[in-house]
């Protein structure tokens, strides 16, 4: 590991204007992705901004309903906390898939949406991978892909996202509240991650020096009736190979609202906008579950090693509306 300078951030402001003036420098949330990358040279911070002093680890109720997860907020705290459980429950069943009880004691909330691809070629520095160092080529596409992307990639990466509480957070239409050296602001989770195209090193829409400091949920009275699924190589402690987030509201037998996403499957949490829009006024059906998820999946890019996840989508999306279908019809 190169070294580094330590600070503990005493003030937002300040650790977002210090930031933005290091270059090379990075907020230290939990540390359990970046101190890993640290060790492997992928991630060469020369200032780590500590930034555990600055509070943001409390879940408040919203004037409008809904409900405030601050950014320090642990992983852990969020899945066990009564109003995630209760009113968004695909939340803590997500929180719960991720990591160990270990990780999620110190993984947080700004971190987690943050977390970097666990793509083998951007962790190794001694093979080429675009989103490490762009322009060096992407080893992936015909090396090992097998858990990688088969929507929204580019020729440039096929990288998944690995987070699993992102996923929930797309699903239930999610707001993170930044503030940088400009100010604050809030951004839509669905415009928050960017897809790579042929810039893979930008992941997101934060400027350099962005701090989050929390993430509103709206309230979504149906998201008490929602799932998380998650398929993986093994039963705990692996990333997933496809997951879905559901939500699911019916009235006289028809779907009056839904939320869908899929982790995975995409270089950004991936909500599932056109298997939503069939769903919506239709019956709820096997048939129709299968058609919303043919068409979001239609336009899928699997290769090699990766085409049994369009199939594998399908199943799971199909599954898990079965399952929530007949829930709210007992
Ligand atoms: C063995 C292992 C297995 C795992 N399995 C899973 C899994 O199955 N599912 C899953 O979802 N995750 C999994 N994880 C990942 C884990 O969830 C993440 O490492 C964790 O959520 C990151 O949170 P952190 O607070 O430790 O982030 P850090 O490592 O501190 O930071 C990550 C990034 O976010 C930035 N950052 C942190 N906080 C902020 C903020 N408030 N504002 C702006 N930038 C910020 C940092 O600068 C850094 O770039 C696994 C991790 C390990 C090590």
Redesign the pocket.
């Known amino acids: 590991m190169k070294p580094f300078r330590y600070e503990r951030a005493s003030s937002p402001s300040e650790a977002a204007t210090l930031?933005a003036q290091t270059p090379t420098g990075?907020?230290?949330?939990?540390?359990?992705?970046?101190?890993?990358?640290m060790k492997l040279e992928v991630?060469q911070?020369d200032l780590?901004?500590d930034?555990s002093p600055?509070g943001?680890d409390r879940v408040e109720a919203l004037p409008d309903g809904g409900v405030r997860i601050g950014?320090?907020v642990?992983?852990s705290e969020l899945a066990a906390e009564r109003t995630i459980r209760q009113r968004y429950p695909v939340l803590a069943q997500?929180?719960l898939?991720?990591?160990?009880g270990q990780?999620?004691n110190?993984?947080?909330?700004?971190?987690?949406?943050?977390?970097?691809t666990?793509c083998l070629y951007f962790q190794d520095i001694s093979k080429p991978c675009n989103k490490r160092v762009p322009g060096s080529g992407c080893s992936a596409r015909a090396g090992e892909h097998r858990n990688l992307a088969i929507l929204g990639a580019s020729e440039a990466c096929i990288a998944t996202h690995?987070?699993?509480?992102?996923?929930a957070l797309i699903a239930l239409d999610a707001r993170v509240n930044?503030l940088g050296p400009g100010g604050e602001r809030t951004i839509p989770l669905s415009k928050f991650y960017r897809l790579p195209g042929d810039q893979p090193q930008y992941e997101t829409v934060?400027e350099h020096g962005?701090?989050?400091?929390s993430v509103d949920l709206p309230a979504i009275p149906f998201a008490t009736r929602s799932h998380y699924r998650?398929v993986?190589d093994r039963a705990s402690?692996?990333?997933?190979l496809v997951s879905l987030a559901a939500a699911l509201e019916l009235k006289d037998g028809l779907i009056s609202d839904v939320r869908l996403a899929f982790?995975g499957v995409a270089p950004a949490p991936w909500r599932a906008y056109k298997a939503e829009q069939i769903l919506r006024g239709a019956p709820a059906s096997e048939e129709t579950f299968r058609r919303a998820a043919e068409a979001e999946l239609a336009a899928a890019q699997p290769l090699r090693d990766n085409a049994f996840k369009v199939p594998l989508a399908r199943n799971v999306l199909v599954r898990t509306l079965l399952d929530l279908s007949r829930e709210e019809q007992r």
């Open positions: 930031l990075a907020f230290l949330g939990g540390g359990t992705n970046l101190v890993d990358l991630m911070p780590l901004i930034i600055l943001f950014a320090l642990r992983n997500a929180l898939a991720g990591a160990s990780l999620r110190l993984a947080t909330t700004g971190g987690n949406l943050l977390q970097r666990r690995p987070s699993d509480m992102a996923v930044v934060l962005e701090l989050i400091t998650k993986r402690y692996a990333f997933a982790g």
